[in-house]
């Protein structure tokens, strides 16, 4: 089975100590008739421990070839039968159970093979057998097998959530990008709409005799109105609802006292300040900073509750920073995971768009800072 891993320090040390024990029992001496009990089960102890070693990658052979030589063995050398030959049949058991389902026909073969190997054992000692030997048995049996379907169970669950997890992700960024796509294409339908005006406006004021010029200016207005409804056939294949017609005005960062005021009518205590002297934005620009602040506050108002937290906006010489930060819950109770959410995600997606920074977590002090550096001119590659 080479889609299994190789063995780990944990298997070698596992193999090791079935080698020490092994060979520990067989030279210590359950019973002084070595004449019944040879040297060469010496090597049998190697053989179970190179099995034990191999368990992971295949599990089914190991503990096939391992019943096939041990429950012959112990059937013959019955009354002297070694420990380590029992821990080691249920320890393959164990590990063949907890990869493949009960249904599987190994592991019904591997099941029967341990009722064989414990009728073995009892009918070998049957003079001396009691009520509790028969128990440990089937006690020891029912461990060793309902642990390794435990550990399956475990396993298939672990991968449940890690692959829903994995595909939530996917999903949410998915998501973003639509909203992200859908804010931005009545942004560059209004650009080039402008420019196709512009460009009509410039043909009609051009004198007769300037036909080159007014071809040029038709073929430029031609173009941009194809554009325009290229992009709303693209687009409108994203618009998800009536709310995204397209006809209310997109926000800007002119707009964050209304968000400012909607958050603290919601209960968050917020605080704005604007450093440096506000600049024109590019439209796109200005759309995703607003979300950004957007997002982070209602990330705060969902995790931390009605708390206090401020929003600084500056405006340097290239660059747009957006610093928003929170005080934590003023409830005592622990704070959220924020994060981890859709609003973190669509932030990253929109700071990677304008090829900015992007900096989330938890503050030494207290509290959740969100920090957002948005390039006004040229372009930073690092994104994180």
């Not at 063949?96 to 009722?115: E, S």
């Not at 704070?335 to 700071?351: F, K, N, Q, S, W």
């Amino acid at each position: 089975m080479s889609h299994r891993p190789p063995p780990t320090p944990v298997d070698w040390l596992i193999s090791l100590a079935v080698l020490l024990f092994g060979v520990a029992e067989e030279l210590g001496g359950r019973s002084m008739d070595l004449s019944r009990r040879p040297l060469w089960w010496l090597g049998v102890v190697a053989a179970a421990a190179i099995l034990v070693l191999v368990r992971q990658r295949a599990p089914f052979t190991a503990l096939a070839v391992y019943a096939s030589i041990n429950t012959p063995l112990t059937a013959y050398y019955g009354e002297i039968s070694a420990a380590w030959q029992f821990y080691v049949h249920l320890l393959l058991l164990f590990t063949l159970l907890g990869v493949v389902p009960l249904k599987d026909r190994r592991a019904v073969a591997g099941l029967a093979a341990t009722a064989v190997l414990c009728l073995v054992l009892l009918f070998m000692a049957s003079s001396m057998v009691t009520a509790g030997d028969v128990a440990v048995l089937l006690v020891m049996s029912s461990i060793a097998g309902g642990a390794g379907v435990a550990v399956r169970h475990h396993r298939h669950v672990a991968l449940q959530a890690q692959e829903r997890g994995e595909l939530l992700a996917r999903e949410a960024v998915t998501e973003e990008r639509f909203r992200i796509a859908r804010e931005l294409h009545d942004v560059v339908a209004h650009s080039v709409s402008v420019m196709v005006m512009q460009a009509g406006a410039a043909r009609l004021m051009l004198h007769p005799d300037q036909a080159v010029e007014r071809e040029a200016l038709n073929v430029v207005e031609e173009t941009g109105r194809e554009a325009v409804e290229e992009l709303r056939l693209m687009v409108g294949l994203l618009r998800t609802g009536p709310e995204n017609d397209g006809l209310a005005p997109q926000p800007n960062l002119t707009r964050l006292d209304e968000l400012v005021e909607q958050m603290r009518a919601a209960g968050l205590d917020v605080r704005l300040t604007i450093e440096g002297t506000p600049v024109p934005l590019p439209a796109g620009l200005n759309l995703s900073a607003y979300r950004i602040v957007q997002e982070a506050l209602t990330n705060t108002l969902r995790h931390a509750g009605p708390t206090a937290s401020e929003v600084k906006v500056s405006y340097r010489s290239r660059m747009l920073c957006l610093d928003i930060l929170d005080e934590g819950p003023r409830d005592g109770r622990a704070p959220g995971a924020e994060g981890t959410g859709h609003g973190l995600v669509g932030m990253r997606e929109r700071v990677a768009l304008f090829h900015g920074r992007l900096a989330a977590g938890p503050r030494p002090g207290g509290g959740y800072g969100v920090s957002v550096s948005l390039p006004l001119s040229g372009r930073i590659t690092v994104v994180t």
